[in-house]
């Protein structure tokens, strides 16, 4: 080419949830039967969504202006519907003008960092959601700027990394919180978000919170949302539908803004993102209409109750599959529906193997593990001995080895084999 137009930031954007796909596909090809535990989707997994949603989603399809635009921000009335309905429970009061909707979170995230100052830096945890972190990376031409969740405290934001970093780095601009947790699958306690929020008002920066598990929790917790807690912070929460209909296809999300009249700066940005929204017209339409039907509708808080208890359930299970095993880290997860298993230091190594039966799956696997990270390497071993397809933990920005597991399979004897099987075959794998 005449001139290099390849944008500075194109080697951040990775996403390994998905490009381990390709991986499983080729062995696929070979033969081996795959069970898919890289991705949320809770559809493809097997949960059958209840005939009544279908019923108002139909019925919305029958109504012609579900075909139409909406406005920029998103349908009048829904947003109406989400800030009434959010301010019945939370501290900070908005309105309708103050959410905006997007075609999914993806599309959310997108313009959250892509539209900041490039100079403008916002800290995430580690791990990350590899959407968060490659696009702010990829929005600044840097490596992510991350602080630490720490393994042997429930994965839980290690406060004094996240403070130091910010005061070691003019540039960190905004903090970002995922809680529920994705890819650690936890609830952080007030406390932290209180301490968070406070840190982010001593150096005058805006919060992201990405609460699109806001209501899948369990085993006793309750996620607080950022509205509980942000005070005068100008801050961004992030929701959709997605996860908790589920209804991952619609690729319907929006985010709430908090504060934005108290900084001007804050004020302008917000609008930059807005205008970046109406280059796009709007968002997709039909999810948006059926929205304040279904979060009203009596049935909805039954039928997502006995969501959260399934998963409590799968989440038992698995720790107890997986706890006491030497030479890993597991914690019980409480919201959300991952499990992040962190191996202990020094226990991986690049001779550890699985014995695979078929010889083209070895063949391809063997080849494959040259020259990778040593979780990816285990993953890629289990993916080959037993079809079980797990995302590596260094595939989350993170230096830490390990890998995360969805509680998902809808089949129970289907996912008692996955946690077992997996337990079996670390201890396999730590002792070859």
Excluded at 154 to 181: E, H, T, V
Excluded at 233 to 249: A, D, H, Q, T
């Amino acid at each position: 080419m005449r001139n290099n137009i390849v944008h500075a930031g194109a080697h951040e954007l990775q996403y390994e949830i998905r490009e381990i796909v390709e991986v499983g596909n080729r062995l696929k090809n070979l033969g081996l039967d795959i069970c898919w535990e890289n991705i949320g989707d809770p559809v493809f997994k097997g949960e059958n969504i209840p005939p009544w949603i279908k019923s108002v989603i139909k019925g919305a399809v029958d109504t012609d202006s579900s075909f139409a635009y909406s406005p920029t921000k998103g349908l009048v009335e829904t947003r109406a519907f989400l800030a009434e309905f959010c301010n019945k429970r939370k501290k900070v009061q908005i309105t309708e003008e103050d959410i905006i909707f997007f075609n999914g979170i993806g599309d959310a995230i997108s313009k959250v960092y892509n539209y900041l100052r490039k100079e403008a830096r916002v800290i995430g945890p580690s791990p990350a959601y590899s959407t968060h972190s490659s696009t702010e990376a990829a929005h600044a031409g840097e490596d992510h700027i991350m602080y630490k969740l720490d393994p042997k405290n429930s994965w839980m934001p290690d406060i004094n990394d996240l403070r130091n970093k910010i005061k070691d780095d003019r540039s960190i601009s905004g903090i970002l919180m995922i809680n529920p947790n994705n890819p650690v699958g936890t609830v952080y306690s007030k406390d932290v978000m209180v301490e968070i929020v406070r840190i982010a008002e001593e150096f005058d920066l805006f919060i992201v919170c990405d609460e699109i598990y806001l209501e899948i929790t369990y085993n006793g917790k309750i996620s607080t949302p950022l509205s509980d807690v942000i005070n005068g912070v100008c801050g961004i929460s992030m929701r959709g539908i997605s996860k908790e209909l589920p209804w991952p296809g619609a690729r319907c999300g929006w985010i709430e803004v908090y504060n934005r009249g108290n900084d001007p700066v804050f004020n302008t940005y917000i609008e930059t993102i807005l205008n970046a929204k109406m280059l796009e017209v709007c968002s997709t339409t039909l999810p948006q209409t059926v929205i304040p039907s279904l979060l009203s509708d009596p049935r909805y808080k039954e039928y997502h109750s006995e969501r959260n208890k399934q998963y409590e359930a799968k989440s038992k299970f698995a720790y107890a599959s997986l706890v006491g095993i030497d030479g890993i880290i597991v914690n019980q997860t409480d919201g959300a529906f991952y499990m992040t298993v962190a191996f202990e230091d020094g226990v991986l190594n690049n001779k550890q193997c699985l014995k695979i039966y078929k010889d083209k799956v070895r063949a391809y696997i063997e080849d494959s593990v040259c020259n990778v990270a040593l979780d990816k390497r285990f993953v890629y071993y289990l993916l080959g001995a037993t079809g079980i397809c797990v995302v590596p933990l260094t595939g989350f920005s993170c230096d830490t080895f390990g890998f995360r597991v969805t509680l998902l399979e809808t089949d129970m004897v289907k996912f008692e084999w996955i946690f077992k099987t997996i337990a079996e075959n670390i201890r396999t794998y730590l002792s070859s």
